[in-house]
């Protein structure tokens, strides 16, 4: 089948062809047989086998559109052929017509260039060999010069060529030792490029975490110290001061038995009297007595002291009753539980010590007793449990100076909170003050 195919190609353009459409059709033939030749595919290689065996003057774009697949190929290939179509090209004389080709193919390459598939294949050997057979078919004018896709050795390697295309089997495969040489390059360049992407990378990682792990112990640390500041702190605070001495309960009795003793026995109502009496009898009683000396005989002052004055009572005037006085108004300090979203607190669990439920510790001043004074104190151990559900046991009565984070484990306080005392129950006036430390 392909025997007959080629046969049939050969006898077609040697019936319809001149020389100059046979000379493009062979630079058509020479630069598809280049490009399939490094195209590793069965297709493309059965396509390179048929241009092998193909003669000079035989149309490539056949050969691809009967075999099939490389419509694109073919595509560039009937580009490349568009200038035997032209009448001027086939009327021109084989030196103008040579000068035509040399200037197609130059384009060609220039267009195509980038292409890997062209650019890579047409190196400037493999153009000066398919040159050389171009000027085989077409001579060209003589010129003092060589032409610039020409060389010495181009041309003294064309002198060995392929009996199916022309073309030099050594300049194709140094052509390929080339490209091969150039891809290997290019992938050891690209492998230096990743392997430093990478190593920066690994470095800027390690560096990372290290000092993460340095500025979480130096977090760590600083967490410490401020617990045990706090702990030491609420120690302090707690701490109460010692005992004050007290008066003993038994003078007021016995200073009021006396007074009563002194009313009954002047007979009179009247407490001025009996005040200065009781006057008299503690200034005695509290003289003591002289020690008589060795050898002297003890008299009692009683038989030798001198007689009582006689004292003359004036008539006084009756004081007016006397009015009960009010009672004495006391502060107050007592703990309350967390109040809830309207800020009212519990009173009925009020507590006068500090218990884990508490949060809270109001200060009621005597002189206003409606009107309280609270802050944030709490047992060290419970405080997490606060901070944790802090929008219903903190908020409601505090605001904080600063947002809250995670870090945080104390609370300090700013400015003592108000609250006012509705229908017996302490309700939030004004926010206390806080920090989260």
């Not at 290997?184 to 190593?199: A, E, R, T, Y």
């Not at 605070?237 to 016995?254: D, H, Y």
């Not at 009683?302 to 007689?307: D, M, N, R, S, Y």
């Not at 009010?326 to 309350?336: G, K, Q």
Request: charged fraction near 25%.
């Amino acid at each position: 089948m392909r025997l007959l195919i080629i046969l049939s190609l050969l006898t077609t353009s040697a019936l319809a062809q001149s020389a100059n459409q046979a000379a493009v059709d062979t630079l058509t033939k020479d630069v598809a047989t280049v490009v399939f030749a490094r195209i590793q595919q069965p297709k493309a290689q059965e396509i390179y086998a048929m241009l092998r065996d193909c003669g000079d003057g035989c149309d490539p774009q056949t050969i691809i559109r009967t075999v099939g697949g490389w419509d694109a190929v073919g595509a560039k290939m009937q580009e490349l052929s568009e200038l035997k179509n032209t009448a001027q090209f086939n009327s021109m004389a084989p030196a103008e017509a040579n000068t035509a080709i040399r200037k197609q193919l130059a384009q060609f390459y220039a267009r195509y260039k980038t292409d890997n598939n062209y650019g890579k294949p047409l190196t400037p050997p493999v153009q000066a060999q398919i040159i050389a057979r171009i000027d085989q078919l077409l001579p060209p004018a003589p010129a003092p010069e060589p032409t610039a896709t020409v060389t010495e050795s181009s041309a003294s390697s064309s002198t060995v060529a392929d009996e199916g295309t022309g073309i030099d089997p050594n300049a194709l495969r140094l052509s390929q030792l080339e490209r091969e040489q150039k891809e290997k390059q290019d992938n050891q360049l690209w492998m230096m490029i990743l392997s430093g992407i990478v190593g920066l990378l690994v470095g800027a990682a390690g560096i990372y975490f290290a000092l993460y792990r340095r500025a979480k112990a130096e977090i760590e640390r600083l967490t410490d110290d401020n617990q045990k500041l706090s702990r030491d702190v609420d120690f302090y605070r707690r701490t109460k001061p010692a005992n004050e001495p007290r008066q003993s309960q038994n003078e007021p009795n016995l200073k009021a038995r006396a007074y009563d003793a002194i009313i009954n026995e002047l007979g009179t109502s009247n407490p001025l009297e009996a005040i200065k009496e009781l006057k008299k009898q503690s200034t005695t009683a509290s003289k003591p007595a002289p020690r008589p000396r060795f050898g002297e005989p003890t008299i009692e002052s009683a038989l030798v002291g001198e007689p009582d004055p006689i004292q003359v009572q004036t008539p006084i005037e009756p004081l007016p009753p006397l009015e009960p006085l009010p009672p004495i108004a006391r502060s107050e300090v007592f703990y309350c539980p967390p109040p809830d979203q309207n800020g009212q607190f519990d009173v009925s669990q009020k507590s006068p010590t500090l218990i884990p439920e508490s949060a809270y510790r109001f200060s009621v001043s005597a002189d206003n007793p409606t009107l309280a004074m609270f802050r944030f104190e709490a047992d060290p151990g419970r405080v997490a449990r606060f901070l944790t559900y802090r929008n219903y046991m903190i908020e409601p009565a505090c605001e904080s100076e600063n947002p809250y984070s995670s870090v945080h484990t104390r609370i300090a306080m700013r400015r003592d909170g108000e609250a006012t005392l509705e229908n017996g129950t302490w309700r939030v006036k004004t926010k206390a003050l806080i920090r989260y430390e």
